[in-house]
Structure formats: C-alpha cells, structure tokens
C-alpha cells in the first residue's frame, strides 16, 4: 500500500511500490469503460516521458492514481512521488495489455 507521509498542511510524500501499480492495473481491469482515459493515456504518454518520469498529472489522468492513493494529493499544493522503476514499467505493461479494450470506451487519441 501506498505510504503517505504529510509534511506540512501544503506538503505530502507519497512512497509507492510494485505492488500499488499492481492495484492500479487490477483497478483498471476491473472498470474499463470507467479508466479508459487514464488507460489510453498512461499507454501512449508514458513512452514520451522515458516511462519513469511520468506525471499523472499532466493530462489529467490521475483517477487510477488517486484511487490507489485512498487520498486527494491535490488537496496540498506540492508532492514528491518516489517510486521504483518496476511501479511505472509494470504500469506500463497493464496499460498496454488494456489499451486496445478502453479505445473501444474513449476512441479520441490524447491530444500532444
């Protein structure tokens, strides 16, 4: 499970593993028609950002993420994720096994 520290009332520190992007993708799997847009979107965007370095955040599609989290982290103004590079390729790998079933529920292509 996610561990979440609070800094301060404007700071978190979110600590994830390979077993939180697991839930994520179980989540996903779960509700396709629901997570399509993160599903296509964490698919085709993470490439861009060398996998690792990709923000949930960037094109909106943090519903997976926030669902594993159990918590808002927009609610602070700034977070840090650290995270193991197994989180974003297995995340990866889920995504991409998804991709072709959530094209048939959101079949626009994420804008650059």
């Given at each position: 499970?996610?561990?979440?520290?609070?800094?301060?009332?404007?700071?978190?520190?979110?600590?994830?593993?390979?077993?939180?992007?697991?839930?994520?993708?179980?989540?996903?799997s779960r509700d396709?028609p629901l997570y399509?847009?993160?599903?296509?979107?964490?698919?085709?965007?993470?490439?861009?950002?060398?996998?690792?370095?990709?923000?949930?955040?960037?094109?909106?599609?943090?519903?997976?993420?926030?669902?594993?989290?159990?918590?808002?982290?927009?609610?602070?103004?700034?977070f840090s994720l650290?995270?193991?590079?197994?989180?974003?390729?297995?995340?990866?790998?889920?995504?991409?096994?998804?991709?072709?079933?959530?094209?048939?529920?959101?079949?626009?292509?994420?804008?650059?």
């Open positions: 499970m996610a561990e979440i520290t609070i800094v301060d009332k404007q700071t978190i520190k979110i600590g994830v593993s390979l077993k939180d992007a697991i839930k994520m993708v179980t989540e996903a396709i399509a847009f993160d599903i296509i979107t964490i698919y085709e965007k993470m490439p861009v950002f060398e996998y690792t370095y990709f923000c949930f955040y960037a094109y909106d599609s943090a519903t997976l993420f926030e669902y594993m989290l159990d918590i808002d982290p927009k609610q602070y103004n700034s650290d995270a193991p590079d197994s989180f974003f390729y297995a995340l990866y790998g889920g995504m991409a096994a998804l991709y072709e079933q959530a094209k048939q529920f959101h079949p626009v292509a994420i804008e650059e």
